[in-house]
C-alpha cells in the first residue's frame, strides 16, 4: 500500500558521503548530501549480520516506525531509510552542532538560563512523545544533539518502546536510571521524569547526581535517591527545587511535564526560542 508520505525509493547512489560523525549503537554515521537536492544529511548504517546476530531487528524496526511518526523541532527527524545485500541505511537529520556531551564536558557545567532551555525543550519533547505513547528511557547526554542554532534534538530512539503496558525490560546506561527500573519493578512513562532530574543535575553540576566509584554504588544511590548539592558551582533554589521536585522515588509523586513547564525556574531562565543565544 502506498505510504502516509509516498517515500520514494532511495538508494545508496543517491548520496555523496562524507566524514564520519561518530558510532551510533551498530553501527557508524556519516555526514552525507542527497545528490539531487544537495540536502545534507546524517546517514546511519547499520550491518544486517549485526542486527541479526543480537536480534534487534524487531527493536530497530520499532525504533524507524517510531521516529518517523514523530514530527517535532526537539527530536531529530529520521527521513526514510533503504538497504542493501548487507547494511540498513537510515537518512536522518543532520545536526550541525554536534553532541550536547561535547559541550558539556568543554564548558564543565551549562549557565542556568542554558540549562533551563534544554530542560524547557526536552519536556516539551517527551510531552509530544507521551502523548503519542512513546517513552524514550535512554535520554543521556550522548542521546542529545544541538542543531546549527543551538537547538537541542533528542536522537537515537534505539530503547524507545512503543508503551501500551507497562514495561520491564532494562535498558539505558546507569546513572540515568529511575529506581523503578533499577529494581527492575514495572516502569512507565514516569521513568523520563525522573532523567529529566538527573539531566538538569547534571547539566548545572556538570556531574550526574548519583555518580559513583562502580555500578553497585551508583544503584545503590539511586535506590536511596541519596541527593545532595555541591556548593560549588552556586545553583539557584529555583533549579534545586526542580530538581528534588523530579528525583523523586515514588514515581506517581515526580513533577509532571506540564508543571515542570510551569516551574518558576523555567519561567525566568528558559529561552522561548529554545535558542538561547551566548
Ligand atoms: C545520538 C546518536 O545516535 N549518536 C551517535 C551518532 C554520532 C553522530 N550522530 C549524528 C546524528 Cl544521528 C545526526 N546529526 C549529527 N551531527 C553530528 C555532529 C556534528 N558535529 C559538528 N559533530 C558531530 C558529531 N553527529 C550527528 C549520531
Given at each position: 500500500?502506498?505510504?502516509?508520505?509516498?517515500?520514494?525509493?532511495?538508494?545508496?547512489q543517491d548520496?555523496e558521503?562524507?566524514?564520519?560523525?561518530?558510532?551510533?549503537?551498530f553501527?557508524?554515521?556519516?555526514?552525507?548530501?542527497?545528490?539531487?537536492?544537495?540536502?545534507?544529511?546524517a546517514?546511519?548504517?547499520l550491518?544486517?549480520?549485526q542486527?541479526?546476530?543480537?536480534?534487534?531487528?524487531?527493536?530497530?524496526?520499532r525504533?524507524?516506525?517510531?521516529?518517523t511518526?514523530?514530527?517535532?523541532?526537539?527530536?531529530l527527524r529520521?527521513?526514510?531509510w533503504?538497504h542493501?545485500?548487507?547494511?540498513i541505511?537510515?537518512?536522518?537529520?543532520?545536526?550541525?552542532g554536534?553532541?550536547?556531551?561535547?559541550?558539556l564536558r568543554k564548558?564543565?557545567?551549562?549557565?542556568?538560563k542554558q540549562?533551563?532551555?534544554?530542560?524547557a525543550s526536552l519536556?516539551?519533547?517527551?510531552?509530544?512523545?507521551?502523548?503519542k505513547h512513546?517513552i524514550?528511557?535512554?535520554?543521556?547526554?550522548?542521546n542529545l544533539?544541538?542543531?546549527h542554532?543551538?537547538r537541542?534534538?533528542?536522537?537515537?530512539?534505539?530503547?524507545?518502546?512503543?508503551s501500551?503496558?507497562k514495561?520491564?525490560?532494562?535498558?539505558?546506561t546507569?546513572d540515568?536510571l529511575?529506581?523503578?527500573?533499577?529494581?527492575?519493578?514495572?516502569?512507565?512513562y514516569?521513568?523520563d521524569?525522573?532523567?529529566l532530574?538527573v539531566?538538569c543535575?547534571?547539566?548545572?553540576?556538570g556531574?550526574?547526581?548519583?555518580?559513583a566509584e562502580?555500578?553497585?554504588?551508583?544503584?545503590?544511590r539511586?535506590?536511596?535517591v541519596d541527593?545532595?548539592?555541591?556548593?560549588?558551582?552556586?545553583?539557584s533554589?529555583?533549579?534545586k527545587?526542580?530538581?528534588?521536585?523530579?528525583?523523586?522515588?515514588?514515581?506517581s509523586?515526580?513533577l509532571?511535564?506540564?508543571k515542570?513547564?510551569e516551574?518558576?525556574w523555567?519561567?525566568?531562565n528558559?529561552?522561548p526560542?529554545?535558542t538561547?543565544?551566548?
Amino acid at each position: 500500500q502506498r505510504e502516509e508520505n509516498p517515500q520514494r525509493q532511495w538508494s545508496l547512489q543517491d548520496f555523496e558521503i562524507g566524514k564520519p560523525l561518530g558510532k551510533g549503537k551498530f553501527g557508524r554515521v556519516y555526514l552525507a548530501r542527497e545528490i539531487k537536492s544537495k540536502y545534507v544529511v546524517a546517514l546511519k548504517v547499520l550491518y544486517k549480520e549485526q542486527i541479526e546476530k543480537y536480534r534487534l531487528h524487531h527493536q530497530l524496526r520499532r525504533e524507524m516506525e517510531i521516529q518517523t511518526g514523530l514530527r517535532h523541532p526537539n527530536v531529530l527527524r529520521l527521513y526514510g531509510w533503504f538497504h542493501d545485500a548487507e547494511r540498513i541505511y537510515l537518512i536522518l537529520e543532520y545536526a550541525h552542532g554536534g553532541e550536547l556531551y561535547r559541550l558539556l564536558r568543554k564548558t564543565g557545567h551549562l549557565r542556568e538560563k542554558q540549562a533551563a532551555t534544554y530542560i524547557a525543550s526536552l519536556t516539551q519533547a517527551l510531552a509530544y512523545c507521551h502523548q503519542k505513547h512513546v517513552i524514550h528511557r535512554d535520554i543521556k547526554p550522548e542521546n542529545l544533539l544541538l542543531d546549527h542554532e543551538g537547538r537541542l534534538k533528542i536522537a537515537d530512539f534505539g530503547w524507545s518502546v512503543q508503551s501500551s503496558l507497562k514495561r520491564h525490560t532494562m535498558c539505558g546506561t546507569l546513572d540515568y536510571l529511575a529506581p523503578e527500573m533499577v529494581e527492575n519493578k514495572a516502569h512507565d512513562y514516569a521513568v523520563d521524569n525522573w532523567t529529566l532530574g538527573v539531566l538538569c543535575y547534571e547539566f548545572l553540576y556538570g556531574i550526574p547526581p548519583f555518580e559513583a566509584e562502580n555500578q553497585k554504588d551508583t544503584f545503590r544511590r539511586i535506590i536511596k535517591v541519596d541527593l545532595s548539592f555541591p556548593s560549588i558551582p552556586n545553583v539557584s533554589a529555583d533549579a534545586k527545587d526542580l530538581i528534588s521536585r523530579l528525583l523523586v522515588k515514588d514515581s506517581s509523586k515526580r513533577l509532571s511535564l506540564q508543571k515542570i513547564l510551569e516551574h518558576p525556574w523555567i519561567n525566568k531562565n528558559a529561552d522561548p526560542t529554545g535558542t538561547c543565544p551566548k
